[in-house]
Structures are given as structure tokens and as C-alpha cells.
């Protein structure tokens, strides 16, 4: 596929930033040339624009070239990177599949571009038909969740691969969970297609919500796409550095991922247990999402216990659902002593 021909002309002409630190190449001992304070602070430097040290380590973990790595001030950001560069307001659309994450619409908003939502069938799968039925020359980018937000569920690799062939624009298949599931990354398809984005996050299985980092992973033509529009500094050094050491404790994330996954299970057997409880969805994720009785009452009866649970019950598919996300052991279990009380 010619992804060019997706972009924006405003775009493709653009002549991006070209700040102090992206015009030198090489090693330089003084540094007169970006208007810094000289003194050391520890931060008196810029960061790098693009993050080279740290890409190096993330493509070492993922096996995939740093020339096919953005990072991001979150997965968010790339998310609306991705909608500035391929969709024109007021023209433009992209495609998202409900119920599903929030953001696609929210970017997709705030740049005037338009929102076609396919719903999923009630097995949470993507009507694959439809999609494609519905498609055309202004679908831009088709946002497949996967696994999907707040269902939990994966989606099948098998209905992913069709959907990259087939749709016009690029899809992008969002693994925020991915480090919690059984099935595999998309990652390795992105050999064999080029209008296809991964994005991925430090914010869950990795623990660093707070540091604001996260990944896409696509063709260079799409990378050098994103570093051409993000702004130049988007990834501050604090962060580098945190992800920089959190990298090195690799093993101890994946103990932790397990950890939250047997937690799942602990939790899923209890909660099932309450009459109140009419089903439990099978999760690929760090939450459940749990079809009860009255959810606003329960809702209000963990909030005034100091307990937050997300409160889903007035979505497509998602009709009298809370979606519950696994905390520590202590948390779980306070959360099944509050439930215990109901009633
Ligand atoms: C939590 C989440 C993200 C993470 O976004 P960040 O900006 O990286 O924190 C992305 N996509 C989905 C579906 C999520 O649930």
C-alpha cells in the first residue's frame, strides 16, 4: 500500500522544527548552540529528540529496529499524532469498534474529524463485513483494541490480519494490555504489512503510569511521519531515565505481571460466587468486567467504602457492567469483604 498517499498534504509538506540538538551529528565536548544554562543541574541539558539510548534497549526487548520505534508522551499521544497526520477535518474519517477505549473518539474530536463506529458483535469480535462494507477512500485509520477496553477480550489474530489486508487506510492495533495476555503481539506482522501502527505503553504491565511513556511500532515511512510532527522534546529525561532502569528489571515486571494475573483468577472465583453477580467476561487484561445486578447501587456502595471501580454500565455491549481493575492481594481482598456486606 502507498501510505503517502493517506497523509495530509499540509503535512507531507511540512518542514519540521529543526532544533539545536537534531542539526549536529556526532560528539561534541561544548555545547553554545541551544541557549542552555551551562551550570549543571542534572537537567540543564535538553533531552535527546529521539530518544536513541533508550529505543536501542526497547528494540533489543522487542526485536524490532529502532527505525520502526516512536515513543510518545503516552500511547495517547500518538494516538492523536496518528489522527493529525492522516485525517483532514471536516473530511476525514477514522473507524473505531465499540465498546472500546475512549481517546480515539476524544483526538478524533479535538481535530474535527469525524468517528464511524462498527460496533462489535455481542462475542466481542469485529464484524468484519461491516467494516470493510463501510470503509472508503476517507477512512483514514481503523483502531482495533486489542485486547479491548473494557471488555478484556483479545481479538482474533486471524480477523486482525484480514482487516490490515483489506482496509484502505492504516490500521492500528492497540496492545496497551498485551503484557497480560495469552495471545501474542502484532508486532511480528509488521514485516509483511506497511498500514499497520502497534502501539503499546509503559502504563500498565510495566508500572509506570505516572512517567508518560509510550510505544508505536510500524514501517519507517510512519515513524519518520510521527518524529516529523511530535513535538521535539516530547519525552523528557526523567522519564527516559525511569524507563532506562526499569528496563534493567525486566524479570521482575514479568513477576509482577504474573502476580496480577493470578490475582485475576482469585478474584474471578470469588466474584462469581455472589448472587449478585450475573457474569464475569473472560479477561486477557489487568480488570474484569463484571455484568451485575444494579451496578449503580453497587457502585455507590464501594464508593462510600473509598473503593473506585469504573462504572461501564451505560455503553453498547456493556449494559450493566463494572469494569474492575486487579489490585494488590490486601486491595482484592477488601474488595470482596465490601461486596461480602452488600445487600
Ligand atoms: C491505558 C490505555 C492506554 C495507555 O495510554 P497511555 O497514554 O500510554 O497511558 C492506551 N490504550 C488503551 C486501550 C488503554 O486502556
Same mark, same amino acid.
Do not use: H, K
Given at each position: 500500500m502507498l501510505i503517502e498517499k493517506l497523509v495530509r498534504k499540509n503535512i507531507l509538506a511540512l518542514t519540521p522544527y529543526a532544533s539545536a540538538r537534531s542539526e549536529y551529528q556526532g560528539k561534541a565536548?561544548?555545547?553554545?548552540?541551544? =541557549?542552555?544554562?551551562?551550570?549543571?543541574?542534572?537537567?540543564n541539558r535538553y533531552p535527546d529528540p529521539l530518544q536513541l539510548v533508550l529505543k536501542e534497549k526497547i528494540s533489543q526487548l522487542k526485536?524490532?529496529?529502532? #527505525?520502526q520505534i516512536f515513543l510518545g508522551n503516552g500511547s495517547d499521544e500518538a494516538i492523536d499524532l496518528l489522527i493529525r497526520i492522516f485525517c483532514e477535518p471536516g473530511q476525514d474519517h477514522i473507524m473505531i469498534l465499540p465498546p472500546t477505549y475512549g481517546m480515539y473518539r476524544v483526538c478524533a474530536s479535538i481535530s474535527n474529524v469525524e468517528v464511524m463506529e462498527i460496533p462489535l458483535a455481542p462475542n466481542f469480535q469485529p464484524d468484519e463485513d461491516a467494516i470493510i462494507g463501510k470503509a =472508503?477512500?476517507?477512512?483514514k485509520l481503523l483502531f482495533i483494541c486489542s485486547p479491548n477496553n473494557p471488555t478484556g477480550n483479545s481479538i482474533e489474530p486471524g480477523k486482525i490480519d484480514n482487516l490490515i489486508q483489506e482496509f484502505p487506510g492504516v490500521v492500528v492495533v492497540d496492545e496497551a494490555y498485551i503484557d497480560f495476555a495469552d495471545q501474542r503481539s502484532c508486532t511480528g506482522l509488521l514485516k509483511k504489512y506497511d498500514n499497520l501502527v502497534v502501539l503499546q505503553t509503559f502504563s500498565k504491565a510495566w508500572g509506570?503510569?505516572?512517567?508518560?511513556l509510550g510505544m508505536a511500532f510500524a514501517g519507517p515511512y510512519i515513524i519518520d511521519l510521527l518524529n516529523k510532527v511530535k513535538?521535539?522534546?516530547?519525552?523528557?529525561i526523567l522519564t527516559q531515565n525511569a524507563a532506562l532502569n526499569t528496563l534493567e528489571n525486566a524479570e521482575e515486571i514479568k513477576r509482577s505481571t504474573c502476580a496480577i494475573l493470578r490475582q485475576r483468577e482469585w478474584l474471578q472465583k470469588k466474584l462469581s460466587?455472589?448472587?449478585?453477580?450475573e457474569k464475569i467476561y473472560p479477561s486477557e487484561a489487568n480488570f474484569l468486567l463484571v455484568k451485575v445486578h444494579d451496578p449503580e447501587n453497587l457502585y455507590q456502595h464501594l464508593i462510600t467504602r473509598g473503593l473506585i471501580v469504573r462504572n461501564? #454500565?451505560?455503553i453498547v455491549l456493556c449494559t450493566g457492567c463494572l469494569r474492575i481493575t486487579i489490585g494488590t492481594a490486601e486491595e482484592n481482598a477488601r474488595l470482596v469483604k465490601y461486596l461480602a456486606n452488600y445487600q
Open positions: 565536548e561544548i555545547f553554545m548552540d541551544a =541557549n542552555e544554562n551551562p551550570n549543571e543541574t542534572g537537567f526485536e524490532i529496529p529502532v #527505525s =472508503n477512500e476517507r477512512s509506570l503510569a505516572g512517567i508518560r513535538p521535539p522534546y516530547n519525552i523528557n460466587a455472589f448472587t449478585f453477580v461501564r #454500565s451505560n
